[in-house]
């Protein structure tokens, strides 16, 4: 989910809206960003921020 030009986790699976999918690791996230995956996927315009996504990964690491 987006919210203010940010993705937002959705660990429960409970947010209202469009979600993207995303394996638990930070190469995976690396490459969606290089590919611009997640405005398509999420169908909005522009780049968005991924530091609570890669807060996330880098803690289960």
Do not use: N, Y
């Amino acid at each position: 989910m987006v919210e203010d030009d940010s993705l937002v986790l959705d660990l429960r699976r409970r947010l209202p809206g469009r979600g993207a999918w995303l394996h638990p690791d930070p190469e995976c996230l690396r490459l969606a960003e290089r590919r611009r995956a997640f405005p398509r996927a999420l169908r909005v315009p522009g780049p968005l921020d991924a530091v609570e996504v890669r807060d996330h990964l880098d803690q289960r690491a």
